[in-house]
């Protein structure tokens, strides 16, 4: 089992910047995908950015040039940078993972796929 528990959110201003964390424990994940997902009000969840074991990363092309996916081994935390944020990046963020990198893509659905997620985290953008 791997838990994930996010931290980082809340409201900004457009043009804003935000940091989320994503801290793990439990069975070794070192060989996972892991990943930063969002869903909005009515909305299915997406995926924003994720991050092979090897260190590849893909980002939605909502997302690609603003946002920035990175992992710190030594403090086991997932990172998801956010800059120049928008109104429409209002959503609850979500941290998953899973072993099987056949799930590690942000294409729509796939995060149906992966077994572990945290609990979400609310990011609010104002206009």
């Known amino acids: 089992q791997v838990q994930l528990v996010e931290s980082g959110g809340g409201s900004v201003q457009a043009g804003g910047s935000l940091r989320l964390s994503c801290a793990a424990s439990?069975?070794?994940?070192?060989?996972?995908?892991m990943g930063w997902f969002r869903q909005a009000p009515g909305k299915e969840r997406e995926g924003v950015a994720v991050?092979?074991?090897?260190?590849?990363?893909t980002y939605a092309d909502s997302v690609k040039g603003r946002f920035t996916i990175s992992k710190d081994a030594a403090k086991n935390t997932l990172y998801l940078q956010m800059n120049s944020l928008k109104p429409e990046d209002t959503a609850m963020y979500y941290c998953g993972a899973d072993p099987n990198t056949d799930f590690c893509t942000v294409l729509p659905g796939y995060y149906i796929g992966l077994d572990f997620w945290g609990a979400g985290i609310q990011v609010t953008i104002s206009s």
């Open positions: 439990g069975s070794t994940y070192s060989g996972y995908c």
């Open positions: 991050r092979d074991p090897d260190g590849s990363t």
